[in-house]
């Protein structure tokens, strides 16, 4: 579905991706793996267009999308749920959520207010938070926000940059589980992350990126058994 | 004393009239600064080429009033979405402060074409209906009332745009996160464009309604006052701009009735007025009087 193929992203002389190759599968979660300033941000964002890679091409559905602006790549079912949530915080919850329909025709009416219900029954929090402005919320709950207005532009694959950052292990359960259902459901995810064991123990695949390079790679059950990525993640190695 | 408090309400007439303009500049600059960040230096121009294409329609033309009158603002909205195609699109990701000196070098520019084409220190822009008006203590121009619809209006459908359309919600979503709009999948460079465009519009309606004369050097004290009355209201929503015009238009005439009577200095200071409001609003209340304002929030 998604190939990165030999991508390299800069910041200024900064390689904060060199010749990244990854696959992502139709149908799976796939998971990237790394340490603070690995470059797992940047790759989302490379792929959503925010920032300009300089080598290589993202083929999605064997489409070169390098290059192309984010509102034409959310338009393409591509829908990024960004680090740190960046929901609107002077804006109710349904707002946010009506915003994420953006790219949708707003004349359709009905099928963005199923679509608001159906994130409302993923996420009740949000139905009874619905006229509370998201500055307000909680850090699980914005999370959760972030997650809903991805899934309101209706995406065939969702980015989600460390969905588990900040929150309490109780309410990562409760976010993972919701990926989990989601992907039940049929959507391709691709899914950065810190936290190894959460995340691999939803994944089919896994990438684990060390300063701007693949070091990794395997199906999630391996690596969560082997040792190495322990010794690569905490840096024994190299 | 006693004969400054019996002009006082004509004072607030002229007042009321003044702060219809500075509403229209403000909600000019403030939609620009709020989706792009950017202040535009060039606003006040906007409201000077519209008054002064209007005048050559009308007058040197002969075009009928709402004919030259609707010239004159799709000219400007013209000016306004060239300004960002030309000028700010091709600086972007150069960093906002850059955009905001090319605003100023664009000021300089389009104020010199102007003196060009219009050298005279005064046009007459004639007026959409002549003849004055009495009240028991003062007394305006019938343009007042038109004025004071237009700005009505205008501030209504400006409410609407921006909170019952998509093209508003998109503005709004810019102001308050640029990235995340990004994100939703909102073309900010097109909100940029039409956020350019409608505040040229704005300046444009600004430059009509203040006539009846105009120039090519009156964008500077206009831009100035819609600033400060941007400033004030908190360079935000519509609110902030009604107040912050308001607060300019009859401040402004109160005082320079003041100075006038009360101690006899020439009233010439009443420009000076909005630049001291702007000064001690940007040093003691730098996010207006209202809303967040030039403080970027944390
Ligand atoms: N805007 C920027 N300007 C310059 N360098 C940057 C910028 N953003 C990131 N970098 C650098 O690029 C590298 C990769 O950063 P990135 O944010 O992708 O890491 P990350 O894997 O997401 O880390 P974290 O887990 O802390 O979020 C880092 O060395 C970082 O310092
Ligand atoms: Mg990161």
Known sequence: MLILRNISAFYGNIEALRAVDLHVQEGCITTVLGSNGAGKTTMLRAISGLIPTRYGEILYYGRNIAGEPPHRIVRMGISHVPEGRQVFYQLSVRENLELGAYVRSW???????????????????????????AGTLS???????AIGRALMSRPRLLLLDEPSMGLAP????????????LHQEGLTILLVEQDVQIALSISDYAYVLRTGKVVLEGPAEELLKGERIKKIYLGEEF | MGAFFSNLPQYLVNGIGSSCVYILMAMGFSLVYSSTGIINFAQGEFAAISALVAYTLSMDLGLPLLLAVAGALALTGFVGLLLERAVIRPLQGKGTLTAIIATIGASIFLKAGARIIWPEEAYKVPEFTQGQLNLPKASF?????????LTAFTVAAMYLLMNGTKLGKGLRACAINPEAARLVGIDVSLMSMAAFAIAALLGGLAGLVSAPFANYGMGLYLGIKGFTAAVIGGLGDVYGAVLGGITVGLLEEVVAGFLSVVLGV???YKDAVAVILLISVLLFRPQGLVGKGLVEKV
């Open chain 1, 107 to 133: 004349r359709k009416k009905a099928e963005i207010e199923k679509d608001l219900d159906f994130v409302y029954r993923l996420f009740p929090i949000l139905g009874e938070r619905e006229r509370q402005l």
């Open chain 2, 141 to 149: 121009n019938a343009q007042l009332l038109w004025m004071l619809g």
């Open chain 1, 170 to 181: 109780m309410v990562i359960r409760d976010i993972f589980a919701c990926l989990k259902r």
């Open chain 2, 266 to 268: 020439s009233s010439g």
């Open chain 1, 139 to 145: 850090g699980g709950e914005q999370q959760m926000l």
